[in-house]
C-alpha cells in the first residue's frame, strides 16, 4: 500500500501524522510511504530524517492525496484537503464529526473510506488513540489556564500556588476520565486546591484510592457543580461522550455567578466545547472574555508541544496503520472490531450512530459493510 502523510494545515498546528520510526515500520513491511516536504519540521523531524527511513519526499499536498491510498493525518481535513480526496482512498486521522456538518458532509461526498482516531476502543473500553492527546491537553490545561488567570491577559490575578499568608487557586475539573485526571495532578503539582467532578461513583472512588492526598473529588449533580464553579478560580471542562457533541455543562447565565477574571479552560473543544459560550480559537488567539469570565479554548491544544505529542501519537497510531496497511481496511476491521469501530464514513454512508444523532444525518451500521 502507498502511505501518504500531507503537513498539518490547521492553524498553529505542528503535529505530524507520521514519524520516521513508523514510516520505517511500515517500509519494512514492504508499503510505500509518501510525506510532504517539510511536513515534519514543526516536530523537529526533517525531510531527511524521512528519507532515512525509507520514505519519499513530494513536493506538494497534492502529489500526496494523488500518489497515496491511505492518508494519515493527525487533524480532520481542512475544506481544500477533503477537495482532494477520492472514492475509495483511506483516510485515517482525527475527525470530530459530531460539532462539523461541513466536514461530514465532505466526506461523505467524496466516497472515502474515513476512520477516526477518536472512536478506536479497546478491549478495557477506553479510546487508545484519544487517550495520548487527552494525557497531553490534560497536563496542558492548568498551565495555560493559570496563564489565562494573569491578570495582563484579563485573568484574576491569582497564582496557582498561592505564597505564605494567601491561599492557592481553586480549580475544578469537571469530569475525571482521562483528561481529567492529568489535568487534576498537575493543577494539584502547581499547588492549587482543587476539585474533580464526575457522576460515575466508581470512579470517584478511584480516584480518592489513588489520589485522595493529591486532590477532592465529588459527585457533579447539576447544583454540587454549580456551587463549586462559584467559588472557583478556574474551571476545566474534561468531559467527553464518544463520538457525540460534548454536552453544555455551564450555561451563559451561570457566568454571572463566578468569580470575575475567572478562567474557562475547555479540552471538550474539539466535540463542540462543554460550555455554552465556548467557541473554538487558535493558539495564535487562544482567549477571548464573555461577561467577565476568560475562555481558552483552542481546538488542537496538544499542537503546542509538538514533538511531544506527535511522538505520542505516533507510538499509539502505528500497529493500526500498519495493520491497515498490511490488510486493507475491510479486514483490518473484521479482524479488530475496537478498529472497526473507528469507522466514520464508508462510500458514500456515515456509518457512526453518535454523529448521525448529532447531526440528524441517516446512518448505515459499520457490519453492513464487512460481510
Known amino acids: 500500500m502507498i502511505i501518504g502523510c500531507p503537513k498539518e494545515i490547521k492553524p498553529q498546528e505542528f503535529r505530524v501524522g507520521i514519524t520516521p520510526?513508523?514510516?520505517?515500520?511500515?517500509?519494512?513491511?514492504?508499503?510505500?510511504?509518501?510525506?510532504?516536504?517539510?511536513?515534519?519540521?514543526?516536530?523537529?523531524?526533517?525531510?531527511?530524517?524521512?528519507?532515512?527511513?525509507?520514505?519519499?519526499?513530494?513536493?506538494?499536498?497534492?502529489?500526496?492525496?494523488?500518489?497515496?491510498?491511505?492518508?494519515?493525518?493527525v487533524k480532520?481535513?481542512?475544506?481544500?484537503?477533503?477537495?482532494?480526496?477520492?472514492?475509495?482512498?483511506?483516510?485515517?486521522?482525527?475527525?470530530?464529526?459530531?460539532?462539523?456538518?461541513?466536514?461530514?458532509?465532505?466526506?461523505?461526498?467524496?466516497?472515502?473510506?474515513?476512520?477516526?482516531?477518536?472512536?478506536?476502543?479497546?478491549?478495557?473500553g477506553g479510546l487508545p488513540l484519544l487517550a495520548p492527546m487527552s494525557e497531553v491537553a490534560g497536563r496542558l490545561a492548568p498551565q495555560v489556564g493559570a496563564w489565562t488567570l494573569q491578570k495582563a491577559n484579563g485573568g484574576r490575578g491569582v497564582l496557582m500556588g498561592g505564597v505564605p499568608g494567601v491561599g492557592p487557586a481553586r480549580v475544578v475539573v469537571i469530569g475525571g476520565g482521562v483528561v481529567g485526571t492529568h489535568a487534576a495532578r498537575i493543577a494539584a503539582g502547581m499547588g492549587a486546591d482543587v476539585t474533580v467532578l464526575d457522576r460515575y461513583l466508581p470512579r470517584?472512588?478511584?480516584?480518592?484510592?489513588?489520589?485522595?492526598?493529591?486532590?477532592?473529588?465529588?459527585?457533579?449533580?447539576?447544583?454540587?457543580?454549580?456551587?463549586?464553579?462559584?467559588?472557583?478560580?478556574m474551571v476545566i471542562g474534561a468531559v467527553l461522550v464518544p463520538g457525540a457533541a460534548a454536552p453544555?455543562?455551564?450555561?451563559?447565565?451561570?457566568?454571572?455567578?463566578?468569580?470575575?477574571?475567572?478562567a474557562l479552560v475547555d479540552v471538550a473543544i474539539?466535540?463542540?466545547?462543554?460550555?455554552?459560550?465556548?467557541?473554538?480559537?487558535?493558539h495564535q488567539d487562544p482567549i477571548y472574555e464573555v461577561d467577565g469570565i476568560m475562555h481558552y479554548c483552542v481546538a488542537n491544544m496538544p499542537g503546542a508541544v509538538a514533538r511531544t505529542s506527535t511522538i505520542a501519537l505516533g507510538n499509539a497510531t502505528m500497529p493500526f496503520m500498519l495493520a491497515l496497511a498490511d490488510k486493507g481496511w475491510k479486514q483490518a476491521c473484521i479482524d479488530d472490531a475496537h478498529l472497526a469501530n473507528g469507522l466514520n464514513v464508508h462510500a458514500g454512508h456515515l456509518t457512526y450512530g453518535a454523529v448521525g444523532t448529532a447531526l440528524g444525518i441517516d446512518v448505515t451500521?459499520?457490519?453492513?459493510?464487512?460481510?
Open 76 to 124: 480532520e481535513p481542512q475544506a481544500i484537503e477533503r477537495k482532494m480526496l477520492r472514492e475509495g482512498q483511506l483516510l485515517f486521522t482525527y475527525l470530530h464529526l459530531a460539532p462539523d456538518p461541513d466536514q461530514t458532509n465532505d466526506l461523505i461526498a467524496s466516497g472515502c473510506t474515513a476512520i477516526a482516531y477518536e472512536t478506536v476502543t479497546d478491549a478495557s
Open 248 to 262: 453544555k455543562l455551564i450555561s451563559r447565565a451561570q457566568l454571572s455567578e463566578m468569580k470575575p477574571g475567572a
Open 270 to 282: 474539539d466535540q463542540g466545547g462543554c460550555f455554552e459560550t465556548s467557541h473554538a480559537t487558535t
Open 21 to 73: 520510526n513508523a514510516a520505517g515500520e511500515a517500509v519494512a513491511r514492504g508499503h510505500k510511504v509518501v510525506i510532504e516536504t517539510q511536513g515534519g519540521n514543526g516536530a523537529g523531524f526533517t525531510d531527511e530524517d524521512y528519507i532515512a527511513a525509507g520514505a519519499e519526499i513530494l513536493g506538494t499536498a497534492a502529489e500526496v492525496f494523488e500518489t497515496a491510498d491511505m492518508i494519515v493525518k
Open 365 to 371: 451500521p459499520t457490519a453492513s459493510f464487512l460481510k
Open 204 to 233: 470517584l472512588r478511584y480516584l480518592d484510592d489513588v489520589f485522595g492526598r493529591d486532590f477532592k473529588n465529588s459527585y457533579a449533580s447539576a447544583g454540587n457543580t454549580i456551587e463549586l464553579v462559584r467559588e472557583a478560580d
